[in-house]
């Protein structure tokens, strides 16, 4: 089931982190859901713009329509990762993604705020989400190389301005990570004190961590005894993943990752079997690992097992479940309202406001005047995501 991010972030902030995991194809779809139904998880899958290049965008949202199907009890978020404004609103008029990123991190301050601002609001008006980002993360992203030391961390100061002016509903912070598999490689290190003023600045606004695949050794390692070669590729230490949940990071993107696991499994298949060229033996291995590899991200992000609680349990005497999700559509053939689901809201805490490349790779229709909310399936509109305070510097503790 289709769900924005915005119920996904209330559910984990301050807890636990959703991993965000980009795919571009059958076998990462296939692998993802099993990954993430197997530890019980919600998740958001991402698409770049390369991503909807590589075959086709439409294709893309074939496999996940058809993975929704096959694996109804998965509860997830469809993202445009780091958009421009005219992809954005071509996925805010496809109906199919419940969120966009608009990424104008590398324009001036007033401009990024302008653009996030438009995208905001054509999101808003179709229910759908925004995420936007402030700061500059280093690494490589559709063939743009930005050098760490050209990367620019989010300045705390101007987070509540920008998130205020600009409507977006959660802000990407450069903290320290940079994209691809070549990290830190100065003496950078994830800056939690910079986190911790960001979250200052925005208590209980949920805050994303871009660039955080962990580039294990041990699959490097395995990469390059398999002929490839990856000299110094470098992550981030997963288990510092909880730490940043505590200081209000709610999404946390893993790419890198995911290529990584790919370029394993097809180099070792290939070299212990040359006289192989079949595509089909590799590719189930890599769906198991892939699967594998997603299950287990999803323990150190602290997701797994989280699916039970955000779907609520039994209400007594109703039959039904509770839910803290609301469907984003039904399914043309109906067989999404078998889902059952009660129109109770189950308590939640309040979010707690503490305080507290380098080179990558060799790397819906138009609305009506009542609209039916594509994500609640009824005539009233979703509402609108909580901002931080007007007042500068100290919004109130806690948000509904
Ligand atoms: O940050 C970018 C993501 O890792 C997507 O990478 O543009 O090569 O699809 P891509
Ligand atoms: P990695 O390159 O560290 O996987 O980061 C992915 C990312 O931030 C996608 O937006
Ligand atoms: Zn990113």
Redesign the pocket.
């Known amino acids: 089931m289709i769900v924005t991010t915005k119920k996904l972030f209330e559910h984990a902030y301050g807890k636990y982190a959703i991993g965000a995991y980009n795919i571009n194809n059958l076998e990462q779809t296939m692998g993802l859901f099993r990954g993430n139904l197997m530890s019980k998880a919600p998740f958001i899958i ?1 698409i ?1 713009k390369g991503a909807r290049a590589y075959t086709h965008k439409r294709a893309l949202e074939g496999l996940i329509r058809a993975a929704d199907e096959i694996f109804p009890e998965a509860i997830f978020a469809v993202h445009l ?2 958009g421009d404004e005219q992809t954005c609103y071509d996925c805010i008029e496809s109906g199919f993604y419940s969120s966009v ?1 608009i ?1 104008a991190s590398h324009e001036k301050f007033a401009e990024n705020i302008a653009i996030t601002r438009r995208v905001a609001d054509a999101a808003h008006a179709r229910g759908i989400v925004t995420e936007a ?1 402030l700061g500059q ?1 280093g ?1 490589v ?1 559709e063939h743009v190389k930005v050098s760490e030391a050209d990367a620019k961390l989010t300045d705390p100061d101007q987070a509540h301005e920008f998130v205020e002016k600009s409507g977006c509903d959660s802000l ?1 912070c450069a903290i320290g990570t940079s ?1 691809g598999a070549f990290k830190f490689s100065g003496n950078q290190a994830l800056r939690f004190d910079v986190l911790a003023q960001i979250q200052d600045r925005l208590p209980g606004f949920p805050l994303v961590m ?2 955080s695949s962990s580039v294990p050794q041990e699959e490097v390692e395995r990469i390059n005894n398999a002929g490839g070669s990856l000299k110094g590729a470098r992550g981030v230490d997963a288990n510092q993943f909880k730490r940043a949940a505590e200081l209000g990071v709610t999404k946390i ?1 893993i ?1 890198t990752d995911g290529r990584l696991v790919w370029t394993r499994v097809h180099r070792e298949y290939f070299k212990d079997h040359p006289e192989n060229f079949d595509l089909r033996p590799p590719g189930k291995v890599f769906m198991e690992e892939y699967a594998k590899f997603i299950a287990g991200k999803n323990e150190k992000l602290g997701s797994a097992g989280q699916l039970d609680s955000l779907l609520g349990r039994s209400v007594p005497g109703c039959g039904r479940r509770r839910s803290t999700t609301s469907c984003r559509s039904a399914s043309p053939s109906g067989r999404r309202g078998g889902r059952a689901r009660c129109t109770a809201r189950s308590t939640r805490p309040r979010p707690a406001a503490t305080s507290s490349s380098s080179t990558r790779r060799t790397r819906a229709a138009p609305r009506s005047s009542a609209p039916a909310s594509p994500h609640t399936g009824s005539a009233s509109p979703t509402p609108a995501p909580t901002r931080p305070s007007p007042s500068p510097r100290r919004a109130p503790a806690s948000r509904a």
């Open positions: 991402q770049s990762d780091h990123m990424d980002e993360l690494g992203e990407a994209h871009h660039g993107n790419d």
